[in-house]
T-cell receptor, first 112, second 112 residues
Framework: KQEVTQIPAALSVPEGENLVLNCSFT??????LQWFRQDPGKGLTSLLL?????REQTSGRLNASLDKSSGRSTLYIAASQPGDSATYLC???????????FGDGTTLTVKP | SAVISQKPSRDICQRGTSLTIQCQVD?????MFWYRQQPGQSLTLIAT?????????ESGFVIDKFPISRPNLTFSTLTVSNMSPEDSSIYLC?????????FGSGTRLTVV
């Protein structure tokens, strides 16, 4: 059974700082890994999707990496802004028919 | 990626009553997923809604409590029946495609 862990559970940084969020998974036989952002009481917004054959994906100030052999993914946020404050979740896909396993998330606060 | 319209966005309900949540997708999809997110926790899959057949429920979830309809390839409903305060959660529908998961905006349910 796949288990997904996100550390830290919460993170507070000053504006402008670069930061890294971590996602670990126990079964390296994954189909893909997806990072999401969730604002309080809202749905999930997809940030980046990494297929199992890829090492990283980039979108603007965000960069996600994937190391299947070590069971880890990182989300790098450059030059953080107060608007980046949200909960970030990773989801590990087992196969292309859905049923990903979600981590508990990291709640990020960026202080002005 | 698909666009999902989910409603209602929030509701406050009396215990013992039922609430039906609707999700409309802007394209045809084979499977739709219904998730629950209890306060402070990550997402838990309730069931997979398949068009033309009964939904497939995950362990701990039953059809009598969470009946699901899937009348066509673009629409699904989830009903939370005989509600109790423990059902207070965010409920989310989702589809999966080439861009990974796409989520609806969520329904924030409070049972009093």
């Amino acid at each position: 059974k796949q288990e997904v862990t996100q550390i830290p559970a919460a993170l507070s940084v000053p504006e402008g700082e670069n930061l890294v969020l971590n996602c670990s998974f126990t079964d390296s036989a994954i189909y893909n890994l997806q990072w999401f952002r969730q604002d309080p009481g809202k749905g999930l917004t997809s940030l980046l999707l990494i297929q199992s054959s890829q090492r990283e994906q980039t979108s603007g100030r965000l960069n996600a990496s994937l190391d299947k052999s070590s069971g880890r993914s990182t989300l790098y946020i450059a030059a953080s802004q107060p608007g980046d404050s949200a909960t970030y979740l990773c989801a590990v896909g087992r196969h292309n028919a859905g049923k990903s396993t979600f981590g508990d998330g990291t709640t990020l606060t960026v202080k002005p | 990626s698909a666009v999902i319209s989910q409603k209602p966005s929030r509701d406050i309900c009396q215990r013992g009553t039922s609430l039906t949540i609707q999700c409309q997708v802007d394209s045809q999809v084979t499977m739709m997923f219904w998730y629950r997110q209890q306060p402070g926790q990550s997402l838990t899959l309730i069931a997979t809604a398949n068009q033309g057949s009964e939904a497939t429920y995950e362990s701990g979830f039953v059809i009598d409590k969470f009946p699901i309809s899937r009348p066509n390839l673009t629409f699904s409903t989830l009903t939370v029946s005989n509600m109790s305060p423990e059902d207070s959660s965010i409920y989310l529908c989702s589809v999966v495609g080439e861009s990974g998961y796409t989520f609806g905006s969520g329904t924030r349910l409070t049972v009093v």
